[in-house]
């Protein structure tokens, strides 16, 4: 479809490493003056809901600055634009749980906001694991929870998990268990 917006004039009003805000003067689908502004992000979201041949998964723990609040999520990582999601899947999966799969599946791709903010994310199954040292970043202080896939599938429904990125996959995953597959 046609982009009924027209854009007078786009300003970046605030750049860091992770994230922009854009300004625009709009015209707007019915004609009208206005403004816009959107938060693009210089990376994608990435989480893998990793599954053991038991039934398992692995949830990783911690500290949210911007919610200021302790979650529990899949393991979740950042893809810097224009680099393999599916490697920083593995590299995200290392160093936050030490776990190292050998099959891995696409189980979804998404925006978080896509009205007011650009941030993409890719999801995936990973499976055929096994364990390693975890090698969490300066600014991970992360704990490491085991338990069935039904009961992290339970945490979505029951509100223990708030993480968008964690809902939505193993929400995913939930589908395609009902589903036979």
């Known amino acids: 479809m046609k982009n009924p917006w027209t854009t007078k004039s786009t300003k970046t009003v605030y750049d860091n490493p992770w994230l922009g805000v854009d300004h625009s003067e709009v015209i ?8 816009y502004g959107v938060v ?3 990376n994608h979201a990435i989480g893998i809901v990793p599954i053991d041949d038991e039934g398992y998964t692995y949830l990783v723990g911690q500290f ?8 529990w999520e899949i393991p979740e990582g950042g893809c810097p634009v224009g ?6 899947a593995k590299r995200e999966l290392k160093e936050e749980t030490g776990l190292v ?10 925006y978080t906001s896509n009205s007011v903010c650009d941030e993409y994310g890719i999801a995936y199954l990973a499976e ?5 040292d975890a090698e969490p970043e300066e600014t991970e ?7 069935l896939i039904s009961e992290a599938i339970a945490m979505t429904l029951d509100g223990r998990i708030k993480d968008a990125v964690s809902i939505m996959a193993l ?11």
């Open 128 to 132: 055929g694991l096994s364990q390693e």
């Open 64 to 71: 949210r600055y911007a919610t200021n609040r302790y979650e």
């Open 141 to 147: 202080d992360l704990k490491v929870k085991k338990l």
């Open 83 to 88: 680099t393999d999601p599916l490697a920083t």
């Open 28 to 35: 707007n689908p019915r004609g009208g003056e206005g403004i």
């Open 101 to 110: 799969a050998t099959g891995w599946t696409l189980l979804l791709d998404f």
């Open 171 to 181: 929400q995913k995953v939930a589908l395609l268990r009902t589903a036979g597959r």
């Open 40 to 42: 693009r992000f210089k």
